[in-house]
């Protein structure tokens, strides 16, 4: 191990960052490689000082500056969660023009400026790493551009929202209508006060974007992935905004299952046309994997030659959860590794 740690300036102390922030401060020793450099809490950057100072974040390392934090000189790496649009982009693409590594749970910051994030990243060579975007604590994304990087992929699918994954698993097992379960989800803290993101379906569809970006090589454009089926479960409203009971029951009775699936696959009989992707209401079979996933869990499904169906399932969300992936980006970075995509070529443009 060499002898200065990296200093880590965490953005954001939601429950992911908070959960990295304990890992760091109460285990760094475990968390450092055995080929690499240890880690060490530089900073927290948060809204509200008093707050995060109340809920027990050391006050000596709490700031409401994140360009400070991320400009610092001894900041040498950036962990990014704040979520959403701006500050998030321009934060992260600072870091980066300063040579800085990522690591970033962001999915809506890749699915929107990926392209220019990975511009700016393999311009500086700078690390960008965002395995905790899709799937919280599922690796899914390494393994796409490693262990599985001598495969040709045809498809990816799967569910990959939690939240509308437990709302029509209730649907499903109590009978309830859509907007009665929404409501017991928000009082139980399973749905955002406002659902919106993911109950018509953008978090998944930011999510599929991130996974074709390592399947398929090309960052598409979330815009051209359609929510809104023409028919079926939940025809004519975005993501599971239309599902009613007698869609449920319909799929019951014929064996199935209602799942909000996210799907990319070529397109063309030799899987050579353009990328198609969407994520809709989709009646399973009640007994397959992704039939059998229910509540918060998330499972993604890889179609590819050589190898075969190969999928991933596990905890899609949740601070300890999206933890692990973070802290095994860091720990990447630490032992000298580049970003995601590893040894992938440059991405094509959206299309
Ligand atoms: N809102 C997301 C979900 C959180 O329900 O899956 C994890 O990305």
Redesign the pocket.
């Known amino acids: 191990m060499s002898a200065a740690p990296l200093r880590v300036a965490l953005l954001g102390a939601g429950t992911v960052g908070r959960a990295v922030a304990r890992a760091l401060l109460e285990r760094p020793a475990e968390l450092a490689p055995t080929d690499g450099s240890s880690l060490e809490l530089a900073g927290i950057a948060v809204r509200d000082v008093e707050r995060a100072r109340a809920a027990g974040l050391p006050a000596g390392l709490v700031t409401d500056a994140p360009a400070h934090l991320v400009a610092a000189a001894d900041t040498d790496i950036v962990v990014e969660l704040i979520g959403g649009d701006e500050p998030a982009r321009t934060l992260i693409a600072a870091a980066l023009q300063a040579g800085k590594p990522v690591v970033t749970a962001n ?1 809506h910051v890749l699915a929107h400026h990926g392209a220019e994030l990975e511009a700016i990243a393999r311009r500086t060579a700078t690390p960008l790493r965002f395995e905790a975007s899709v799937g ?1 604590g599922i690796p899914v994304l390494g393994p796409l551009a490693t262990e599985l990087a001598g495969n040709r992929i045809s498809a990816v699918r799967g569910i990959v ?3 509308t994954n437990y709302i029509l698993s209730a649907m499903t097992d109590d009978g309830s209508d859509y907007g009665t379960v929404v409501t017991a989800a928000q009082a139980a803290g399973y749905a955002e006060a406002d659902p919106a993101g ?1 109950v018509e379906g953008q ?1 998944a569809v930011n999510k599929l974007v991130v996974l074709a970006r390592l399947a398929f090589g090309c960052w598409l454009a979330p815009g051209a992935v359609a929510t809104i089926a023409a028919d079926g479960p939940g025809a004519g409203r975005p993501g599971i905004t239309g599902v009613t009971s007698a869609d449920i029951d319909a799929a019951r009775s014929a064996g199935g299952v209602v799942k909000l699936i996210a799907r990319a696959r070529r397109a063309g009989d030799a899987g050579s046309g353009p990328i198609v992707a969407d994520v809709l209401p989709t009646v399973v079979p009640a007994s397959s994997e992704l039939g059998r996933t229910g509540g918060v869990l998330n499972r993604i499904e890889v179609e590819a030659v050589p190898v075969g169906t190969v999928a991933f399932s596990g905890p ?2 949740g601070g300890d959860a999206t933890s692990s992936a973070v802290l095994g980006d860091l720990i990447a970075i630490a032992r000298g590794l580049g970003s995601t995509w590893a040894g992938l070529p440059p991405a094509t443009a959206a299309r």
């Open positions: 999915k919280g929202n939690g939240t993911d978090d899609g969300a």
